[in-house]
C-alpha cells in the first residue's frame, strides 16, 4: 500500500529477483543511492486499489507506476518487462520489517555504486550472470 492508503497491489507467486541495485539508470529514475525491490514477472503484479499513473522515461525502457494521490511510486517496469516492487512497500506492508523470502539475495551494478555498502550478499558488478566484486 502507498503511502496515503489509497494505492495498493496484488502479487502472486514469488519475485523472480530480490535486489539492490545501483545501476545509474535506478538511481536516477528512482531518486536514490540504491534501488531494493523485487522482481516480478508482468502478470504477477496488479494495482489492487485506486488508479495508478504511469510515467515513462524520455529515452530508456523503463516506466513506473505510482499513486494518482500521494505520487509515490507502487512498482516500475524493467527493460526486461519485469515489474519491480520497492521494498519499501513490501515492508510497510508487514509494520516495516520485510519478510525473508523477500529480503535482497544480492547487489547489481555494484561497479556504478555512489556508495559502499558492508555485507555479505554477492555484489555483481554488472548483472547477475557476471563477475563479482572482489575487496
Partial sequence: MCLCGKTSLDLHGSPVARANCHCSSCRSFYGTHIFSATAWESDAVRISDG??????????????????????????????????????LLARATDGALEPSLSPTMHLFYRQRVVDVLDDLPKYLDGWDGPTYVS
Fill in 51 to 88: 488508479l495508478g499513473q504511469t510515467f515513462k522515461h524520455p529515452e530508456k525502457q523503463l516506466t513506473k507506476t505510482f499513486c494518482d494521490v500521494c505520487g509515490e511510486v507502487v512498482f516500475g517496469t524493467n527493460r526486461l518487462g519485469m515489474r519491480v516492487v520497492p521494498n519499501v
